[in-house]
């Protein structure tokens, strides 16, 4: 959705003390500085609009600081989700959010070089001759052609990256998003000050000392300084795992069965929705025999006993608002042909029209509201004459139309643009939010100003020029 | 611990608009401005250091907009957690936040004419027209003693002011703090302006749309603006709940049994720990045999099927722990006299020096290093001849000790006063924080800047300066 913008320059930190330098080196001449993590993004969060350093933070990849009896450890920029979930393997802890939900616009394991193409803009000679005698790292000054963004749903994102959009994912709905489950920030500021969000070598569970900048820098997309590691709140493995999937007469009948399966504590961990084109595109492209119809894809954390009990209070559930009777995938292979099967969801999708290009819409609406936001988004697509399937994270009233589109066509660019545009607006009418775990990027600064008022966006307008008077930090990015 | 220092007039606002032009007001004026909502803080909040005007919010007590589908209502400044309970009753839906550890310095049901003397600032007659002019809401301007603070713990504290504390309580280790339990604020800025922090008659679970206002102004403590509503979170009620109390030989087996729980994943909904000496002067005050020993009171929340796995898997991990044999409390009234107990540790207490006054200390940290920093803490204690037994939300590493000392003792409030700082800097060298749930206020300002360091304590003063640049929002506090 958003043209490419490379920087000027990229450059490769191995250590914090080297952002800092680069930092205060491009605060000094300055100049713009993006953060660069894995690029999986969705809305244009790379993108150098006025040029400047792109600082690619995936060398700095140490795992530090595993704490098992405080639940806890502390990442760099470069250690994505998967790789600190394999680092945990054997201690009985994992980082749940974002299991599935960080698709990404990027291909996995791309570095910003082959992201970008970085032609040396005229101004950045001299500087860059800066950063090479003043700090030593590598700085890939050459031009490149830039490459068709490639897309990857489940794509393997880095931390601090997930942290700096406020990312969330399917687990959401029991285990929190990224919020909750940062317990502090390492930042360097845009003047390379570095910045404990809950001081130097903190990472009590709770604290009331303070503004709390932890969360002011989660969400915050690279606009107020660069996330160079994250303490992370780890939880307890389940002891057993149970996923199904059920079908449903209509959309209301699902959410209704979602509001149910909350209203009675049942402690689900995945509550995922497939509207009955998501399920019959998955169907046909994960080789399953799916219904088409309105979905749900269930998954049960607990002690074996404990799941037992919450299978049962599930199927009456489900019973009660005419889904599907419940077949229970325990073992792991069962239970990751299921999840691939939603993992996939966005080849699926684009499998629909090959050739062309998809783009995922992001909104969040008071769960009371989906059925209503669903039906007449679906309304919508038809009348545009757009291919939309849905999935969503329907515990949380999170959900996304994945717009299969020809980006050559720009009448039916120009339609995919007035839809999201509506669908915004409409998850704005029903009490919701523009984006509920995406950000705002280039995308949604329109829709943001209308959700947030003038007061509050002037609001964060006042934050951003506190932290960043110079507007040199990720600029024309959320504001 | 604060000296009193009343405001020049207390104002009784009924209206949201009144607060605006309220404030309006004082900011053209350049006249300091205090939010008063029940007077339960700890930590000095309320008191008027600069003079100034106090508004008390206690005349906007709607609660509104209650959504059973959506888990959330929307309560005013005047609502306390009891009177929101109350009105949930039979919705099948509660507020889990601040059951016990709101105490109060002050008495419950006090409004701040009672609490504070309000002497007329000679420089305020004139202002003081200007608001019956324009406003026309009841202004005190009389001057009255200043009271004895009282003390009372789990105080029916507002709803808001806990928002603005960051408060929490025994339930937060299952339900968390208040700051992942209010989805939305209607603040009134120090010029008079609206904002609401999510954006106008918002409340998404989640949204990535910004930088995260609503959690900015959680825990604010009245210094970035007022606080005229709260959307809050609200939690289906558990089917059972069975309460239990567990001796331990040693601080640190019961740290280690905490641990474990955690580590099991058992959903525990309180787990407060109580010293020997707390125990001891609580078996005393509530006339229960109690032994003298470290000592968890733990509560289970869930269907009654799984509750039995609960007791069975709690039974086993406080018996690997040499704890005491569990006899359950299922029934309402069993229940509340074991928490009635717990309720009543601050009096307990006070009873163990009968005339002196109160003060809770709050430090917060990593649970692996609770046993060491309890233990220094309490051989601090001894060396320093003070009373301070201690209660603790051990699943977060927070505790409290309740010193009682003669305030009228210069020499003892000056070792109370080097004993709180010494604990303060034994939890920031432990990777703590000084304040878990009570907040900076007047009393812990030393330790936020060790706490934060400079860079952390800049950050927070560029924001207080962004959004107050007067400095007219309950000044000197935290900053």
């Given at each position: 959705m958003h043209p490419c913008a490379p920087p000027d320059v990229v450059v490769w930190p191995q250590a914090v003390g080297q952002v800092q330098e680069l930092a205060a080196l491009c605060h000094r001449c300055r100049v713009p500085m993006v953060p660069f993590g894995t690029g999986t993004g969705l809305e244009g969060g790379v993108n150098a609009v006025q040029g400047g350093v792109c600082f690619?933070?995936?060398?700095?990849?140490a795992i530090a600081e595993l704490s098992l009896e405080d639940f806890s450890v502390t990442v760099e920029p470069g250690v994505t989700r998967k790789a600190l979930n394999k680092h945990l393997r054997?201690?009985?802890?994992?980082?749940?959010?974002?299991?599935?939900?960080?698709?990404?616009?990027i291909g996995l394991g791309m570095t910003a070089l082959e992201v970008l193409g970085i032609p040396v803009g005229l101004g950045m000679v001299g500087v860059l001759g800066m950063i090479g005698v003043h700090v030593g790292v590598d700085t890939i000054p050459i031009c490149l052609p830039c490459p068709s963004l490639l897309a990857d749903p489940g794509a393997d994102a880095s931390l601090c990256g997930m942290a700096a959009t406020g990312a969330s994912g399917t687990n959401a709905v029991r285990y929190g998003t990224m919020r909750p489950n940062v317990l502090n920030l390492r930042v360097v500021l845009p003047d390379g000050r570095l910045l404990h969000t809950a001081g130097p070598g903190r990472q009590p569970r709770k604290r009331a000392a303070g503004y709390d900048l932890t969360s002011l820098f989660v969400g915050s997309e690279g606009t107020l300084g660069f996330l160079t590691q994250a303490t992370l709140r780890l939880h307890p493995l389940p002891e057993a795992t149970a996923v199904t999937v059920a079908s449903f007469p209509s959309v209301g009948a699902a959410v209704a069965c979602t509001v149910q399966v909350l209203q009675a504590a049942v402690p689900v961990a995945r509550i995922e929705f497939l509207d009955e084109v998501m399920a019959d595109a998955c169907g046909h492209f994960s080789r399953m025999e799916l219904p088409v119809a309105a979905t749900l894809l269930l998954e049960l954390h607990g002690s074996r006993h404990s799941l037992a009990e919450q299978q049962q209070q599930m199927e009456e559930i489900v019973r009660q608002n005419s889904g599907s009777s419940l077949a229970w995938a325990e073992g792991l292979e069962e239970r990751e042909q299921l999840w691939s099967m939603r993992h996939n969801a966005w080849y699926a999708a684009l499998a629909l029209r090959p050739g062309c290009q998809g783009y995922s819409t992001d909104v969040c609406v008071p769960i009371s509201r989906l059925p209503d936001v669903v039906v007449e988004t679906k309304q919508d697509l038809q009348a545009s004459g757009l291919t939309g399937p849905m999935v969503g994270h329907v515990g949380d009233g999170n959900f996304h139309c994945i717009l299969v589109f020809n980006s050559q066509d720009p009448e039916e660019a120009q339609r995919i643009h007035a839809f999201t545009q509506r669908l915004g607006r409409r998850a704005l009418a029903a009490g919701?939010?523009?984006?509920?775990?995406?950000?705002?990027?280039?995308?949604k600064r329109a829709l943001l100003q209308e959700e947030l008022g003038q007061e509050g966006l002037d609001t964060l307008r006042s934050i951003k020029a506190a932290l960043d008077p110079h507007n040199l930090m990720n600029p024309g990015k959320v504001l």
């Open positions: 690619d933070l995936s060398r700095m990849d054997g201690t009985g802890l994992w980082f749940p959010v974002g299991t599935v939900g960080m698709r990404g616009v919701g939010t523009c984006t509920g775990e995406h950000g705002v990027g280039l995308g």
